[in-house]
């Protein structure tokens, strides 16, 4: 006579895992999205070697922490903080009147792109490949 096994709390005989979990406070880098990125001020505008030149600052960013990034020069590989008022073009409406600024930071031929931080999620909104995007000084 044969033993019958009780149902296994795995579902019979599949092995079920737990779902991954990410804890999205743990996040110290940054994490780059362009879904919201200006049409005007985009990739497409961009000649190749500043598209090469976007990646190469991207990869470098991703191995820095944000308080590394938020916390060296401007023209270094740091950011500076430039005003919603002072852009010349309109900002995605997923941006809130609680957004006083963006981050610009550097890349091929000291061109800034500008970003929106929202935690450790770093979206490009702009990327202003002709310098003509706010008033440089």
């Not at 005003?83 to 997923?94: A, D, M």
């Not at 000291?110 to 002709?130: A, E, G, K, Q």
Request: aromatic letters at 10%.
């Amino acid at each position: 006579m044969s033993k019958i096994n009780p149902p296994s709390k795995y579902g019979g005989n599949k092995i079920l895992l737990p779902k991954p979990t990410i804890e999205i406070e743990d996040f110290k880098y940054p994490i780059f999205c362009l879904k919201h990125i200006h049409n005007k001020f985009s990739l497409s505008q961009c000649t190749t070697e500043q598209k090469c030149g976007l990646i190469n600052k991207l990869h470098q960013m991703s191995q820095s922490t944000w308080l590394d990034l938020i916390g060296t020069g401007r023209h270094k590989a740091g950011s500076e903080k430039i005003l919603i008022s002072s852009i010349k073009s309109q900002v995605p409406n997923f941006i809130t009147d609680e957004v006083n600024y963006l981050l610009a930071f550097r890349f091929y031929d000291m061109l800034p792109f500008l970003v929106h931080r929202n935690r450790f999620v770093c979206h490009i909104i702009f990327i202003d490949h002709s310098r003509n995007l706010y008033n440089h000084g």
